[in-house]
């Protein structure tokens, strides 16, 4: 890549400082290669055009070609607005804009033939098209008669300022205009470029800008979704080598007492083979004098826990000690009861540590750990704080990671000297193939993919408001079985106050329905001090009340298996893996448990859609890779958080496919070239060395 992609917005024909200035605060636009890498939204068909006669509330957007009739301003002040109207050989059409009246009525002749593109709007069952592109239809014919014409995205910002998707294809084709094929070099090897039948890269960003035919569109996505999915690829398995190769580890070669004792008769189950192949896959990790940086995927109630725990009792046997950081006061001291329960009678020293634990206590608990007296350390971020000091921490393991910060699991890599610890990352969010390819695509990844026998699949039911009835006797039948009941709601930002109003409507409802003696109800939500929502969550998980009124606080964190029925309200409200994760706080005891969708008959079709997945199937990969498909990567929980990679044309959820071709042929070129130093790998290396420069560098932490 040359220069000229490096040169300033403000030195391109047709942007000049302003609108330069413009792009930069509006789209983060700063050089040539930023707006040519911008790509269109979707295309208008400038061969397609509509009769004013066929159009109706549902047409959406259309393209028309028409003589202006009327052009006059009506209102005053803020209500003032430009009116025109349109008419073809079918009939005429209302146009109305609320901005830039006055450049518009310099601009627009009445008694001209325009080529018109916008949105049909239905008023008072009259149709009209506010705010249309509008170009002499001259113009139009000489310039795109055999384009499909981009539009780009935007902002009201740029459309007020004249930087519409029409002005901005004027400023691409000033910007095509310029560009030679030597300042887009080929980037990927000839080989490869030949055995796919790609476009050339320069030809493919002509063309993705301005398609001459549907053809040539197809042939220009697939070539730079790959290219861009590819490199992707290659530098998180750079990165990975890179890893394995810098970063020495610990070697845990022993398997001791402490394994060996809690194998053979304290384990409370036995493993599944995918929780024994898990184990066998860690073990060897930390054999290997490198340090482990593993993702263990499993769903709710796969055992991911006794995993983690059979990793701390091999760190314990080699002489090393064990932390585990969970996201929430709730889960760390859950994880806390659940491996003290386990290992007692085995002389392993267990401790807790978070920010209410205070004075005395917590002096105690830091000295026990760096005079190293102390084996297991859980709790919150807590861990990371600087008084924080472990004699000789071998382990780290993080639950529900994506929601640390970077940052904060670096400061639990410097815990340790001279090597960084083994970490072990657990998430109980399933995530899809695709996405833990790209977000995780630097990790080894274990998979904890059988429940343990004899726990039952927990039946789901989609119930509506007629149905409520039903819903309460069903609930009163469980409970007479000495069983419980969780209801949730949802709790929305913005819609917060409206949300606690329905809570607190809700929790009124069901008091006059399972009125007391005879029935106790805990109520939990975010406004609550903490101490408040412990006590009712305990009270909860004791058995002292049988149904438990919450907002989605309770999604991770709490264990009653005496918990057999999960009704959800307002399901239409909630994400696919939210409701997976809902689900999972019920069937963790021997007894059959139900979730209940309770929803309004009217629903959209996407709602519909989430519902009958979770109605359909207990696996949450499954339910992962439909949430996936429906909501798009931005969407799924904990992405955000987790630094996922912007995209500029690939598409997680469509290109599965590429995306998995693109790994495959990456791995394969770094194993039989790691430096990428044979002749056909130059354009990759090239590449590489001059975009690093404008790409964020990935980092090194899991």
């Given at each position: ?5 490096d040169?300033?917005?403000e030195?391109?024909?047709g ?31 400038r061969?397609q ?6 159009l ?14 009327q ?17 073809d ?18 601009q ?5 033939e ?21 170009e002499?239809?001259s ?8 384009h ?8 009201e ?13 004027r400023?691409?084709h ?32 002509r063309a ?8 040539e ?26 890893r ?17 004792r ?8 036995a ?10 896959e860690i ?26 725990l059979l ?14 950081m969970?996201?929430?006061e ?49 709790g ?13 921490l ?8 994506h929601?640390?910060g ?5 400061r ?10 083994h970490?072990?990352?657990?998430t ?6 695709t ?6 695509g630097?990790?080894?990844?274990s998979?904890i ?16 408001e007629?149905?409520r ?8 039948e ?12 949802p ?66 964190g709490?264990?009653v298996?005496?918990?057999s ?6 399901t239409?409200?909630?994400?696919l893996?939210?409701l997976?994760?809902l ?12 979730c ?19 109605v359909r199937t207990n696996n949450?990969f499954e339910?992962?890779?439909a ?21 500029r044309?690939?598409d ?10 693109a790994?495959?042929?990456a791995?394969r ?22 975009d ?11």
């Open positions: 890549m040359t220069a000229t992609l040169k300033p917005l030195y391109l024909k942007v000049g400082p302003a609108r330069a200035d413009l792009l930069r605060s509006e789209l983060g636009m700063h050089t040539w290669r930023d707006l040519l890498y911008h790509f269109p939204l979707r295309y208008i068909d061969t055009f509509h009769r004013i006669a066929d109706h509330e549902q047409s959406g957007q259309v393209q028309l070609k028409g003589v202006l009739r052009l006059h301003t009506t209102g005053g002040g803020r209500k003032r607005r430009l009116m025109g109207r349109v008419r050989a079918s009939g005429s059409l209302e146009l109305v804009w609320f901005s830039g009246l006055r450049y518009l009525e310099k627009l002749e009445v008694g001209k325009y080529v018109l593109f916008g949105r049909i709007n239905s008023f008072n069952g009259k149709l009209s098209m506010p705010h249309p592109e509008m002499a239809a113009e139009h014919r000489s310039k795109t008669a055999t499909f014409a981009p539009v780009y995205p935007g902002t910002k740029l459309n007020q300022k004249r930087l519409d998707s029409r002005a901005r294809r400023i691409m000033n910007l095509l205009e310029q560009i030679r094929p030597v300042d887009l070099p080929e980037n990927l090897p000839g080989y490869l470029v030949k055995q796919f039948q790609l476009m050339s890269r320069y030809e493919a960003m993705i800008h301005f398609p001459r035919k549907p053809r569109l197809n042939a220009a996505r697939s070539r730079l979704k790959f290219e861009e999915l590819f490199f992707l690829q290659l530098r998180l398995l750079q990165t990975r080598q890179q394995r190769d810098t970063n020495r580890g610990y070697v845990f070669g022993q398997v001791g007492d402490f394994f060996m809690f194998y053979e008769e304290k384990l409370p189950f493993l599944t083979e995918a929780q024994k192949r898990v184990v066998r073990r060897h990790d930390l054999g290997e004098g490198r340090q482990m940086n593993r993702l263990l995927q499993g769903d709710v109630g796969s055992g991911k826990t006794i995993v983690g990793c701390m009792l091999l760190a314990l046997d080699n002489g090393f000690q064990a932390c585990l969970a996201p929430t709730i889960l760390a001291q859950q994880h806390y009861q659940s491996i003290t329960g386990y290992l007692q009678g085995m002389g392993v020293r267990v401790g807790f540590l978070s920010g209410t634990v205070k004075g005395k206590k917590r002096k105690e608990l830091l000295r026990l750990l760096r005079q190293g007296e102390l084996h297991i350390l859980i919150t971020h807590a861990l990371i704080e600087e008084p924080v000091e472990f004699h000789r071998g382990l780290a393991i993080t639950d529900e990671q929601r640390f970077v940052a904060q699991r670096a639990l890599w410097k815990k340790s000297r001279p090597h960084p610890p970490v072990l990352v657990m109980a969010t399933p995530i899809p193939r996405l833990a390819m790209t977000l995780y630097d990790l080894d990844v998979v993919d059988e429940l343990p026998p004899g726990r039952k699949p927990v039946q789901t039911v989609h119930r509506t007629q149905q009835a039903r819903v309460f006797g069903f609930m009163k469980e409970i007479a079985k000495g069983r419980q009941v969780y209801v949730v709601y709790l929305i930002e913005e819609s917060e106050t409206l949300d606690l109003q329905n809570l607190e409507a809700g929790y009124e409802a069901l008091s006059r329905e399972f009125p007391g003696p005879d029935y106790k109800i805990s109520i939990v939500h975010g406004r609550m001090k903490p101490a408040d929502k412990d006590y009712e969550m305990q009270r909860f998980a004791r058995g002292e009340t049988q149904i438990m009124v919450a907002t989605t606080v309770i999604e991770v709490v264990n298996p005496n918990a029925v999960m009704v959800i309200e307002n239409e409200r909630f994400g893996s939210q997976h994760q689900r999972g706080r019920v069937g963790r005891g021997a007894e059959q448990s139900y209940i969708l309770m929803t309004d008959f009217k629903i959209s079709n996407e709602a519909r859609e989430r519902i009958a997945t979770m949450g339910i992962a890779e949430d996936l498909r429906l909501r798009g990567p931005g969407n799924i929980e904990g992405t955000q958080q987790s630094g996922l990679v912007h995209f044309i690939a997680l959820a469509m290109d599965g496919k590429i995306l998995r071709t790994r495959d042929l791995r070129i770094l194993e039989a070239d790691p430096r990428l130093e044979k002749p056909e790998h130059q354009p990759v290396s090239l590449f590489l060395e001059r690093e420069k404008h790409k964020k560098g990935w980092s090194r932490i899991s």
